[in-house]
Nanobody
Framework: QVRFVESGGGLVQSGGSLRLSCAAS????????MSWHRQAPGKERELVAS????????NYADSVKGRFTISRDNAKNTVYLQMNSLKPEDTAVYYC????????WGQGTQVTVSS
């Protein structure tokens, strides 16, 4: 059974930092391209960042380039999102996902950035 457990969200002031974690299970983690997505109120879910199976290749949405860093630990079946220089427009529920289980979404973790 596929499961994603996201954590690390919270309330932070503009310019602050947060580190999100996502513990995944139910599939072969090292075989999956992992990604972080977010959904702000009234908006569609969008891709924020992705990381290749062994972490060598990363991709970012233009809106977060230079501020966010995605990484993974295949020994722990965990993917991370380090978020620096946060802005109010980063406020959203953040979700992780795997290309091999793209139909499944966890509960996400709320990130709120105050101005």
């Amino acid at each position: 059974q596929v499961r994603f457990v996201e954590s690390g969200g919270g309330l932070v002031q503009s310019g602050g930092s947060l580190r999100l974690s996502c513990a995944a299970s139910g599939f072969t983690f090292s075989s999956a391209v992992m990604s972080w997505h977010r959904q702000a109120p009234g908006k569609e879910r969008e891709l924020v960042a992705s990381v290749s199976r062994f972490g060598y290749t990363t991709n970012y949405a233009d809106s977060v380039k230079g501020r966010f860093t995605i990484s993974r630990d295949n020994a722990k079946n965990t993917v991370y999102l380090q978020m620096n220089s946060l802005k109010p427009e980063d406020t959203a529920v953040y979700y992780c996902n795997a290309d091999v289980a793209s139909w499944y979404w966890g509960q996400g973790t709320q990130v709120t950035v105050s101005s």
